[in-house]
């Protein structure tokens, strides 16, 4: 067993340094940011309605002053606003902006074929309970989410308050009047090319970028992807002008597709999802990967209303179901206690070497190389059993090597199909596997991989976007936005000099009535969207309690100030820089996203010890989600509002 245990781990090793580029994550480029206007319009908004969205009355005019300004609405955007109209804030208090022609983020970009939550929809979708909603499926489809979220929307009466085309370049605290300045770039014309500006203020200002929101293509020589003469585009706007079917439905005809040569870059959770689509169309299909992805099974079902009568019966289910979810991804169900989601999610005991957990919650650098051993044999049971999965399922041996994935589960997102690998055994789907190498170039009908030619009439880029890793935490950067507060400091400066400091991830010393959803000093979880939703509540509670605790005690009352003690930040910090060492688990890993596209063993090399303090200070959370909202609860609970002071001018 040991000795079987440490060829795994030399696998492991061997298939990630084939995978390491010297350029890192400048290997790829963001695809708004091209200088060449074929690839630069591939990220265009094609899903807006430029004609009716002109038609509209805009929420904001020059000069206006809303109480809460969001930037973002997508799902972290909708949570905040939702949640401070439970801390009774009404709907006229807020306004959104959206660089989108519609609401959702993810799921207003992401329209592919066969596209679902990768989590059980019953704890993904945001506010069910308050809504009343029941998902159709287990795990729901992009449509249904999106079709959600604007339902949630019109719910709260949201729909009006939203600026859509639009994006929020600068926040500038102005001391005197107790209020941020905040300059925007906006969008409008029947192409929503036509750029012009707007100045506004808002007592509150909040950030919800999402972290992957901005699509990219890997640097390929020869013609290069803008070279290749026939059809292109990237997943995350597909053009069903060119496949045929609709991104209404799940499962889209993609008839025109009929006779065609169709090559897909890319094998992550989005190509998981569309290969299986597209083989039921295309005369061939040719899938070019540089990593196989993790593919467990995914139990689609649809929701038996009898079921779903049980699972949600009970006042406060959601919540209760999220957070079992939680404790079963840390490995800390209490004893008794069933897993109520209970799927494959649930067999990943070492994912937690990710997420964190209470077990491994601070860890000191010298017991890093047991921590990590640990995890590996945590995981070595999981990994052996998926790749045997592949061995069953995949019926050409060669193929199922190929399709085989060598790295522990932690490293990269796992995927869940029951579609994805049987479609290998179709003989007019064909992988071409480059052994980490990636691609060798394009030439002007095909791929070129391996040293062979792929002729193609269409080439369909699941290529992914720009990793998290590339802002440092920062969540002005993440939401291109200048951000400025007291004094006239620059959050970027601030975070850049002394590295990252806030209390629970959502706001910082010295720029008041400023909050954000991100992952620095924060939870998470492979539920992103409660994340997302606790955090927006922790901001609300926060927002809404100092209300009614300065002042006249209203909801409806100016020159509140809302701010981060310097004490809390500084303690919240310490406590995060003794959970760092314990993500030193992804410096096993083969290079990601994840990972910032580093190797095994690079993860700090080369680093002063000053660099690597800051690295650590933007770590996430240590212990785990469950344990987050155990101590935000507590925090809560006690009504001390400890680390926050508020004023009324």
């Not at 919650?361 to 990590?372: D, F």
């Not at 090399?605 to 155990?630: C, N, T, V």
Request: net charge negative.
């Amino acid at each position: 067993m040991a000795a079987e245990f440490a060829q795994v781990q030399q696998k492991y090793a061997e298939e990630a340094q084939k995978r390491v580029k010297a350029e890192g994550l400048a290997q790829f480029q963001e695809l708004s940011q091209s200088d060449n206007d074929r690839l630069r319009h591939l990220a265009d908004d094609i899903w807006a309605d430029h004609a009716a969205l002109d038609a509209q009355t805009p929420p904001l005019s020059p000069g206006d002053c809303p109480k809460f300004l969001i930037a973002g609405a997508g799902i972290g955007g909708i949570l905040a606003a939702v949640r401070l109209i439970q801390q009774g804030f009404t709907a006229d208090q807020i306004r959104l902006i959206e660089t989108a022609g519609g609401v959702g983020g993810t799921w207003y970009w992401n329209r592919y074929p066969g596209l679902h939550c990768d989590v059980e929809a019953y704890i993904y979708m945001p506010l069910l309970e308050e809504m009343g909603f029941m998902p159709s499926h287990k795990y729901a489809s992009g449509a249904e989410i999106r079709k959600h979220l604007e339902a949630v929307t019109k719910k709260y009466q949201l729909e009006d308050k939203i600026l859509y085309r639009a994006q929020v370049d600068k926040f500038e605290w102005d001391e005197g009047a107790l209020q941020y300045k905040v300059d925007l770039t906006t969008w409008r014309g029947p192409k929503g090319e036509d750029k012009g500006s707007l100045s506004v203020r808002a007592e509150f200002v909040f950030m919800t970028a999402g972290l992957l929101a901005k699509p990219q293509i890997p640097k390929i020589g020869g013609v290069g992807l803008a070279g290749f003469q026939g059809e292109l585009f990237h997943t995350s706007r597909w053009m069903y002008d060119i496949t045929g079917g609709s991104s209404s439905e799940a499962f889209p005809d993609l008839s025109k597709l009929a006779g065609k040569r169709v090559g897909i870059v890319g094998t992550g959770a989005t190509a998981i999802q569309v290969v299986p689509c597209l083989a039921k169309y295309v005369k061939e299909l040719y899938v070019f990967q540089r990593t196989p992805s993790a593919v467990f099974s995914r139990g689609q079902k649809p929701t038996d209303p009898a079921e779903w009568a049980t699972v949600s019966e009970q006042p406060g289910w959601y919540d209760k179901r999220n957070v079992n979810f939680s404790q079963a991804m840390s490995c800390c169900l209490p004893e008794g206690v069933p897993d109520l989601v209970n799927d494959e999610w649930s067999n990943q005991p070492a994912y937690r070497a990710l997420t964190g957990d209470p077990e491994f919650a601070t860890v000191a650098p010298e017991q890093v190389p047991e921590v990590i051993g640990k995890f590996l044999m945590l995981d070595a049971e999981n990994m052996a059993r998926l790749r045997q999965r592949v061995k069953d399922v995949v019926k050409d041996p060669d193929t199922a090597t190929k399709l085989t994935p060598w790295y522990p589960a932690w490293c990269k997102r796992p995927t869940f199909s029951d579609s994805y690998l049987e479609t290998f055994n179709s003989p007019h789907v064909h992988l071409v596997d480059t052994d980490g190498k990636g691609l060798d170039s394009i030439s002007a009908s095909g791929v070129v991989a391996n040293g062979t030619e792929y002729p193609l009439d269409v080439l369909v880029l699941s290529t992914g976007y720009r990793s998290p890793a590339l802002d440092g935490g920062d969540p002005a950067i993440r939401a291109g936005v200048k951000v400025f507060g007291r004094g006239g400091r620059d959050l970027s400066e601030k975070f850049a000099t002394e590295g990252i400091a806030t209390l629970y991830g959502v706001a910082t010393n010295g720029f008041p009535n400023l909050f954000w959803l991100g992952v620095a000093q924060s939870p998470i979880n492979p539920n992103h969207c409660y994340v997302l939703d606790t955090l927006a509540r922790v901001s609300a509670y926060a927002i809404g309690t100092s209300h009614m605790r300065v002042g006249d005690g209203s909801t409806t009352q100016s020159r509140v100030t809302v701010e981060v003690d310097v004490a809390a930040e500084q303690a919240w910090t310490m406590r995060i820089l003794q959970g760092a060492a314990r993500f030193a688990t992804l410096s096993v890993c083969t290079p990601s996203y994840i990972s910032a596209e580093m190797g095994p063993g690079s993860m700090g090399h080369g680093q002063s010890q000053e660099d690597l303090i800051k690295a650590a200070r933007r770590s996430p959370w240590s212990a785990g989600m469950a344990a987050f909202l155990e101590l935000w609860a507590k925090w809560r609970d006690e009504g001390k509002m400890e680390g926050i002071t508020a004023s009324a001018a």
